[in-house]
């Protein structure tokens, strides 16, 4: 609610403890002003469901970082997923409600990434996936199933879904949305 001359971020990304709904975590594209193009990886934390907000500054200081996607596991371990430039992305984990982060963990991927965990009881509980846009070729997906250690080399997803979104239902099937390739049809 305060107007912070010269503060600029926009493409906030929200996730929330599923064992305490009280921690949230925001990430967004934090410029230094708005006439910057320079983005960094920005984020908050809560403890109180949202009623207050502690700002430390962005994950990388001075370090490029867009794109930003913020989710949570099962049992409460945060990740903030944030794209650098080129075929990778920069994955941060966080035990701690947001207080304090590890990584990044590089992983392969492109812009306009999507991340999702899965919070279901499958096969797959617990890995991570995600999708990214086609312009660099047509591998857009990876995932990590032992926690954000490592991630899967890219591969193609059928179809091409591109700037849109993936989700995790409760039996484990991943589902991903978007456009057909570039085309915008």
Same mark, same amino acid.
């Given at each position: 609610?305060? =107007?912070?001359?010269?503060?600029?971020?926009?493409?906030?990304?929200?996730?929330?403890? +599923?064992?305490? +709904?009280?921690?949230?975590?925001?990430? !967004?594209?934090?410029?230094? =002003?708005?006439?910057? =193009?320079?983005?960094?990886?920005?984020?908050?934390?809560? /403890?109180?469901? #949202?009623?207050?907000?502690? /700002?430390? %500054?962005?994950?990388?200081?001075?370090?490029?970082?867009?794109?930003p996607v913020v989710d949570a596991t099962s049992?409460?371990?945060?990740?903030?997923? #944030?794209? *650098?430039?080129?075929?990778?992305?920069?994955?941060?984990?966080?035990?701690?409600?947001?207080?304090? !982060?590890?990584?990044?963990?590089?992983? *392969? #991927?492109?812009?306009? &990434? !999507?991340?999702?965990?899965?919070? #279901?009881?499958?096969?797959?509980?617990?890995?991570?996936?995600?999708?990214?846009?086609?312009?660099?070729?047509?591998?857009?997906?990876?995932?990590?199933? =032992?926690? %954000?250690?490592?991630?899967?080399?890219?591969?193609?997803?059928?179809?091409?879904?591109?700037?849109?979104?993936? &989700?995790?239902?409760?039996?484990?099937?991943?589902? &991903?949305?978007?456009?057909?390739?570039?085309?915008?049809?």
């Amino acid at each position: 609610g305060a =107007n912070i001359v010269d503060d600029a971020a926009n493409e906030p990304s929200l996730g929330i403890d +599923p064992t305490n +709904p009280n921690n949230l975590v925001a990430g !967004w594209r934090q410029f230094d =002003n708005v006439a910057s =193009n320079f983005r960094q990886a920005g984020y908050a934390y809560s /403890h109180d469901g #949202g009623r207050t907000w502690t /700002h430390p %500054g962005s994950l990388q200081p001075g370090s490029f970082n867009s794109d930003p996607v913020v989710d949570a596991t099962s049992s409460g371990v945060f990740y903030y997923l #944030g794209y *650098p430039s080129g075929s990778t992305l920069n994955v941060f984990r966080s035990n701690t409600a947001g207080n304090t !982060w590890t990584g990044p963990v590089v992983a *392969p #991927g492109g812009d306009k &990434a !999507w991340m999702t965990i899965d919070k #279901g009881n499958s096969i797959g509980a617990g890995n991570i996936y995600i999708l990214w846009q086609v312009a660099s070729g047509p591998n857009t997906f990876t995932r990590s199933t =032992n926690g %954000g250690a490592s991630f899967s080399a890219a591969t193609a997803v059928t179809d091409t879904p591109t700037f849109g979104t993936i &989700a995790v239902d409760a039996n484990g099937t991943l589902y &991903a949305a978007g456009l057909r390739g570039q085309r915008f049809s």
